[in-house]
């Protein structure tokens, strides 16, 4: 099992930015992929963007994103130390959420990064809120 803690969470301004980070300890070498997903109220949670374990052919880690963060959110990882962060740029008010880092253990395809079920464990969650 993974143990997950989310932090970087806040209110900032229309316009502003965050950076969110994703701590992780436990099983952290049974891992495929590490997911950042957001909740608003009244809406079902939903993947924000998502980042593999470990690198492909070309070197890199393979990063997959929600069309309406794409540009706005990168994601990336600190290996050495088991962190993943999501940087937040040009956040807008539809931004606001509580999001929740995840990982899952078993392989998935592409379309399957940024789908909840394939994610076995779960942080309890930092709040985003965008407002003037």
């Known amino acids: 099992q993974v143990q997950l803690v989310e932090s970087g969470g806040g209110l900032v301004q229309p316009g502003g930015s965050l950076r969110l980070s994703c701590a992780a300890s436990?099983?952290?070498?049974?891992?495929?992929?590490t997911a950042w997903f957001r909740q608003a109220p009244g809406k079902e949670r939903e993947g924000v963007s998502g980042?593999?374990?470990?690198?492909?052919?070309?070197?890199?880690?393979?990063?997959y994103y929600e069309t309406s963060v794409r540009g706005r959110f990168p994601i990336s990882r600190d290996n050495v130390k088991n962190v993943v962060y999501l940087e937040m740029n040009d956040l807008r008010v539809e931004d606001t959420a509580v999001y929740y880092c995840?990982?899952?253990?078993?392989?998935?395809?592409?379309?399957?990064?940024?789908?909840?079920?394939?994610?076995?464990?779960w942080g309890q969650g930092t709040q985003v809120t965008v407002s003037s």
């Open positions: 995840a990982t899952g253990a078993r392989s998935m395809t592409i379309a399957g990064v940024l789908e909840t079920e394939n994610y076995d464990s």
């Open positions: 436990g099983a952290t070498r049974d891992v495929f992929a």
């Open positions: 980042i593999l374990n470990k690198r492909s052919a070309g070197g890199r880690y393979q990063t």
